[in-house]
Structures are given as C-alpha cells and as structure tokens.
C-alpha cells in the first residue's frame, strides 16, 4: 500500500511536470505489471486482494476478511446520523485498527453517513486547495515550489482516497492510514511538515502578487 502511494506521488508529479507522454506511459506500464506479478506470484497477497469480493464467505468471514466485514458493520450500524459520539460498539475490540486504518468505520457508525460525507468533502476540499497552490506557484515560475505543493495534494488525497474505498469495500484491504485523523506519532508529525511547506508556499505566493520579495 504504502510503496503504491509513492508510485502515484511519482507518477503524478512527472505526468505535471510536463514528462514525456511516452515515457511516461512507458514508466506506467512497467508499474502496473510489477503490481500485477507481486500479487500474481504471492499466494497470500492473491487472497487478501480477493477476500475483499467476497468476505461474508465462510472462508473469508474470520480470516482475511474480518476487517473489512465488521467495518461495514460499522458503517451499517451509523446509518444517517450514527449512534452519537463515543456511542460505538465495534471500536471495542471489535473491529482491529479501529484507531489507524479503520477509522472512517468508526466516524461512520457514530456520526452515520453525514459525518462521512463531511469528511469527504473536507478531503476533496483539502486536495483541490493545495492543488490550486500549486498551479499558483506554477504560474509565478516558480515550478519546484509549484510541483511540491501538488505532490503533497496527489499524496494526501490518494493516501485519503484508497484508506476510504477500503473501509468501504470498494477496494482491497490495505495496511494506509487516514491523514491528519488517524492516531500516529511519526505519521502525524510528518502530515504537520508537509502541510508547513505548502502553507509556505501559499504565503510566498501572496507575498509575490502584491509586488514583495521572497
């Protein structure tokens, strides 16, 4: 999961850059087949990719698809305005990561399928903003500055975007955790830096079109 989100960071930031379309599509399809022949050749990566199709089977329910099961519980559980804060019963050593990597599950079953949609709007909100720097940076010429700020975009709403198709079931259970939300020492402390430099970025932008110098 995570050597995925640095491909697309790298992907994403070249196919900006202005990198050449064939090479570019080249680098791409070395990736996705590398993909496929770590899962392909890997027996137990080839049934956590797949439990996920399936993980009320009695083969999956208890092995590799209890996560994935008692996070839509979860969510199920939270219906339009959830059971109210502090209210759920699957963080109680129900659902495992409830405080890392399934803890949209957890807002879902307590503040239902609104406080999901506000954290996906918050999110969307988030990446488009710093996006929106960057193409700023971009057009002061100042491109390193202007590809940094959509390199933290492209990663915060990719890392954001796979963590919730997971707790939704819309994609593979992968070991990601929600940024700036999800409890961690090193994990928030480098989000805080990361968010600096654009918010950096944001004030030399500012300084700049008011005729400063930076």
């Known amino acids: 999961g995570a050597f995925m989100v640095i491909a697309v960071i790298a ?16 680098i791409a399809t070395v990736l996705v087949v590398a993909f496929g022949l770590m899962i392909a050749l890997s027996d137990w990566r080839r049934e956590r990719i797949f439990a996920y199709l399936d993980p009320w089977s009695e083969k999956n329910a208890l ?12 969510i199920g559980r939270g219906e339009i305005f959830g059971v109210g804060l502090g209210g759920s019963v699957e963080k109680l050593h ?4 409830a405080h890392t990597d399934f803890l949209l599950a957890v807002i879902g079953e307590e503040f239902g399928l609104v406080g999901v949609v506000c954290v996906i709007g918050l999110f969307l909100w988030l990446t488009r903003r710093m996006m929106h720097i960057g193409r700023q940076a ?7 500055a202007g590809l940094v ?36 020492g090193s994990a928030i402390l480098v989000n805080m830096v990361a968010l600096a430099v654009v918010l950096r ?3 030399e932008n500012r300084t700049l079109m008011h005729g400063g110098r930076v």
């Open 138 to 144: 971009i057009a002061l010429d100042r491109v390193f």
């Open 201 to 203: 970025i944001d004030y």
């Open 63 to 74: 092995a590799k698809g209890y996560q994935l099961t008692h996070s839509l519980i979860a």
């Open 11 to 26: 992907m994403g930031i070249l196919f900006l850059g202005g990198v050449n379309a064939r090479m570019f599509f080249l």
């Open 149 to 184: 700020a959509q390199g933290v975009g492209i990663w915060m709403g990719f890392q954001a975007f796979i963590n919730m198709g997971v707790n939704l079931g819309a994609l593979p259970t992968k070991g990601l955790t929600l940024p700036l939300m999800s409890y961690g």
């Open 94 to 97: 129900w659902l495992p990561e």
